[in-house]
């Protein structure tokens, strides 16, 4: 059965400061998924990691792949307060519909 | 349109009520999921949809019943619900019913039972 964990579970932050989250999942998937929710939001998708050695980013936010280690990591560069949010990644079980998601991290950016 | 619609937004409902939820999309996806959502914690699948037909259903008790009229639409119903299934219900799509899709989320209905 897959499943998926991150850590840190929470992260306090000062602004300008670099940090990176970690996910790691049990068994092969199809495909990485990293996702934003803000307090009493839905989800919205960041990135969609494709393929082992996968690097996408998107402003401070970049997110790699490494599907031999299992493991997939979200880094924030020079962080600012708008980046406050709680971060989750989501795995695919090969050949399910099954998106498992990990535990989340909350991210907290202070002033 | 890359949007998933729910409503309502918000639901309080009493343990005896009978309620529903809906969903909808317009992106031509032909999967759709329900997942649950409790505070500080992640989304939980529910149910998935493919092609219209329910193909998994995540052993969820049967008070609450899922539906899918149509390609672009997706229910709940809800009846005789209890106090812990107050959460936050979202619905998903993606285009094909596989992990390597790429799921859209909608807002979400935020329900209280009491």
């Known amino acids: 059965e897959l499943k998926v964990e991150q850590n840190p579970l929470f992260l306090s932050m000062q602004e300008g400061k670099n940090y990176t989250i970690y996910c790691n999942y049990s068994t092969t998937s199809d495909r990485l998924y990293w996702y934003r929710q803000d307090p009493g939001k839905s989800l919205e998708s960041l990135f969609v990691l494709l393929s082992n050695g996968a690097v996408k980013q998107e402003g401070r936010l970049m997110a790699s792949l490494d599907t031999k280690a299992r493991l997939s990591t979200l880094h924030i560069t020079a962080a600012v307060h708008d980046l406050s949010a709680t971060y989750f990644c989501a795995a695919v079980s090969s050949g399910t519909y099954k998106y498992i998601f990990g535990t989340g991290t909350r991210l907290k950016v202070l002033a | ?114």
């Open chain 2, 1 to 114: 349109d890359t949007e998933v619609t729910q409503t309502p937004k918000h639901l309080v409902m009493g343990m005896t009520n009978k309620k529903s939820l809906k969903c909808e999309q317009h992106m031509g996806h032909r999967a759709m999921y329900w997942y649950k959502q409790k505070a500080k914690k992640p989304p939980e699948l529910m149910f998935v949809y493919s092609y219209e037909k329910l193909s998994i259903n995540e052993s969820v008790p049967s008070r609450f019943s899922p539906e899918c009229p149509n390609s672009s639409l997706l229910n709940l119903h809800l009846h005789a619900l209890q106090p812990e299934d107050s959460a936050l219900y979202l619905c998903a799509s993606s285009q094909e019913p596989a992990g390597t899709y790429e799921q859209y989320f909608g807002p979400g209905t935020r329900l209280t039972v009491t």
